[in-house]
Nanobody, 127 residues
Framework: QVHLAESGGGLVQPGDSLRLSCSTSGRTFEGGTLGWFRQAPGKERQYIAAIRFSGNAKYYSSSVKGRFTITRDSATNTVYLQMNTLKPDDTAVYYC????????????????????WGQGTQVTVSS
């Protein structure tokens, strides 16, 4: 069984940075893909970044590419999302999710391809 827990959210001003953490337990780093998603009030859950454990391939949505960086620490079974130059549009609840499969590019953005989800952490960007 896979358990995911996000942390690191908070209230920041535009232009600030935050680093989110996704702590994983269970058989999580033996393969597969971990993704970060976000959901703003009244909107659908949106893919923003993913890392495929095999080969360490990283992917980003166009809305965050160049500002956000996804990394993993195998020693602590933690995946991070470094978020820089935050904007009010980045305000949302951020979720990490795990797929047991090594998803390809066309698959990584669909929530249906991830079996396990964390509870989410709130990020608010406001002046």
């Amino acid at each position: 069984q896979v358990h995911l827990a996000e942390s690191g959210g908070g209230l920041v001003q535009p232009g600030d940075s935050l680093r989110l953490s996704c702590s994983t337990s269970g058989r999580t780093f033996e393969g597969g893909t971990l993704g970060w998603f976000r959901q703003a009030p009244g909107k659908e859950r949106q893919y923003i970044a993913a890392i495929r454990f095999s080969g360490n391939a990283k992917y980003y949505s166009s809305s965050v590419k160049g500002r956000f960086t996804i990394t993993r620490d195998s020693a602590t079974n933690t995946v991070y999302l470094q978020m820089n130059t935050l904007k009010p549009d980045d305000t949302a609840v951020y979720y990490c999710a795990k797929s047991s499969l090594s998803l390809i590019l066309s698959e990584i953005s669909s929530t249906h391809n991830y079996e396990s989800w964390g509870q989410g952490t709130q990020v608010t960007v406001s002046s």
